[in-house]
């Protein structure tokens, strides 16, 4: 009888006890816990002092300096040639850790500008998304592109992203759209040109910017502008298209379209050539 009762003691011993797996299972939980409440801690405490923002991902001669917060939320400080710093508030969106993507909602400040975007980064790519910018022309930040003085407001959106490249960082994706409205230029005298609608993109190094002047019943202009390039900019980019100023044309702006070419038989005046260029080099 014993020899018959000793498979059955022999199954239990190797049978695992409930209370066995009960106790691995609340070791995982608990682990898992530590793991989660430890990234929930470093979001909300670490310093922002710790986060650096790569030079060769920000164009020339700009800085972005850490103020004050956390991973969290931080203030930064942005910095460009002959402008008045910037403010900038970052979020961290904690369900994007989950990801292993830091994605932060990021607000900049200052004078004539508002702007926000997420931005997320991988240790090969950073994105913007959700691009929105509001700015004076008038503003500092968009005298750094010409010196006539510009008058009107710009609504930009668009994207962006920029990936690890030997060097440090490139752009290489881009894609965006803007509103000029009540668009002026002072060139010999203050030239009104309506509102004007830009479309820019960038891909596979190539990068097209389209100018249209918007249709309206007081639009002084009319025709499109085609801007191409390769990227980055080594040579003068070429413009071709044609504009046409419109009965509601002051006498200035139809005086200084005349000097871009001969109007033809309806009045629209043909642009070919390239635009004047100094490489940053």
Not at 23 to 28: D, Q, T
Not at 193 to 202: E, N
Not at 235 to 258: D, H, V, W
Request: charged share 10%; with cysteine.
């Amino acid at each position: 009888m014993n020899l018959a009762r000793a498979p059955r003691r022999e199954r239990a011993a190797h049978s695992p006890k409930p209370q066995q797996a009960e106790r691995r299972r609340f070791f995982w939980l608990a682990l898992s816990s530590l793991v989660l409440s430890f990234i929930v801690t470093l979001a909300l405490t670490a310093p922002l002092t710790l986060l650096r923002v790569p030079a060769q991902a920000l164009p020339a001669g700009v800085s972005l300096v850490p103020i004050a917060g956390t991973f969290w939320h931080g203030q930064w400080q942005l910095g460009a040639p002959q402008i008045a710093p910037l403010q900038v508030t970052t979020q961290l969106q904690l369900s994007s850790l989950f990801m292993l993507k830091p994605t932060w909602q990021v607000k900049i400040q200052g004078a004539g500008v508002e702007a926000s975007a997420l931005v997320a980064t991988t240790p090969q790519q950073i994105r913007l998304t959700a691009l929105q910018a509001q700015l004076s022309a008038a503003s500092p930040l968009l005298k750094l592109l010409t010196a006539w003085p510009l008058g009107g407001t710009v609504q930009l959106q668009g994207n962006a992203q920029l990936n690890r490249v030997p060097t440090g960082w490139a752009l290489t994706a881009a894609a965006g759209t803007a509103l000029w409205q009540n668009a002026q230029i002072t060139t010999t005298a203050p030239l009104a040109l309506g509102d004007i609608q830009a479309v820019a993109r960038l891909d596979q190094a190539q990068l097209t910017l389209t100018l249209t002047p918007q249709a309206s019943a007081t639009a002084p202009l009319s025709g499109e502008l085609v801007v191409t390039s390769g990227w980055p900019i080594i040579t003068a980019p070429a413009i071709a298209g044609s504009l046409k100023p419109s009965a509601q044309a002051s006498a200035a702006l139809a005086e200084q379209l005349k000097l871009l070419g001969r109007p033809d038989a309806t009045g629209a005046i043909a642009i070919s050539g390239c635009l004047l260029y100094t490489s940053p080099s």
